[in-house]
């Protein structure tokens, strides 16, 4: 009898109960503090990010997955560099833009994002715009030198866990802002939108990179998890180049690139370059160095 057994309702109930959590947790600090939405999210995903590594020890896919040391402050650099600072960065950026140059803007613009709906279904239509384009620009990265040599970096871990979600170029993360952050700050989307929004992006990309065995069954249809995701970091360009969803996988379904293969599991992951450096400093330096494409041959 397989001994994994009385662990499937866990593997299967994970993701929806952390994610439905997280976005209570938000709430009800929303609600009972009294505290700007936008923190209380923050705190949501820091919830979520506890429970996704917990669940990496309790219902692993891979032990040999588990990370070293020098991944894991590697990747801790990447998550406060890149996932934190730059787009700090940024949005002051987009803040004194709409403060300096965008009145204009605003004011032709008002209207056209539907802010009388309910949250939910502003966070819906969101994510379904901002896809679209990640989607396009995704597609992209894999198929384009200089945007591989930026997206390389991504796709340089051997193996997965839930922090390594983070490791991006800044130049990549700066490119993706443009598409799934700007355009909406630009819109006048409310602040709580956007904070689910965040929640959302956040506990499923930790799941999504995550080294825990769940089980998504319908919602691979829906959501761009961990069960596809693996099989985007295979090592292996003709499995690689699918499932490029950020945080739906609709547009793949649309544009026939899901791809999830039954009764087998993942092989290697990583670049055909086993060579590329592997640590934060490097991996700066790395993607305008590297000239002609050398980490996957041929870029597709």
Known sequence: MDSKLPLTP????????????ALLTAKALHRAAGTAVLPCAYAAAIVGAAAVALLEFVIPYDRNWQPRWSEVKNDLAFMLAVQMLVPQALSLGAAALLLRSSQEFQLAAAGIWPAHWPIAAQVVLMLLLAELLRYWLHVAA????????????????????????GRFHPLEK???????????????????????????????????HSNV???????NYVVSGAE?????????PEESNHNYGNNLIVWDLAFGTWFLPQGRRVGELGLL???????FAAQMLAPPA?????SRSPVR
């Open 142 to 165: 894999h198929n384009t030198n200089f945007l591989w040599r930026l997206h390389v970096v991504h796709h340089s871990p051997k193996r997965l866990y839930w922090l390594n979600v």
């Open 10 to 21: 866990l593997r299967k109930a994970a993701y929806p109960a952390v994610m439905l959590s």
């Open 273 to 279: 370059n086993r060579a590329y450096p592997q640590d």
């Open 228 to 236: 596809l995701h693996r099989w985007h970091h295979s090592r292996l």
């Open 213 to 219: 065995d769940v089980r998504y069954g319908i919602l």
């Open 290 to 294: 590297l000239g002609p494409d050398k």
């Open 174 to 208: 700066a490119l993706q802002f443009l598409l799934d952050a700007l355009p909406f700050i630009l819109l006048g989307v409310g602040a709580e939108t956007l904070a689910f929004y965040f929640i959302f992006y956040a506990v499923n990309g930790f799941f999504q």
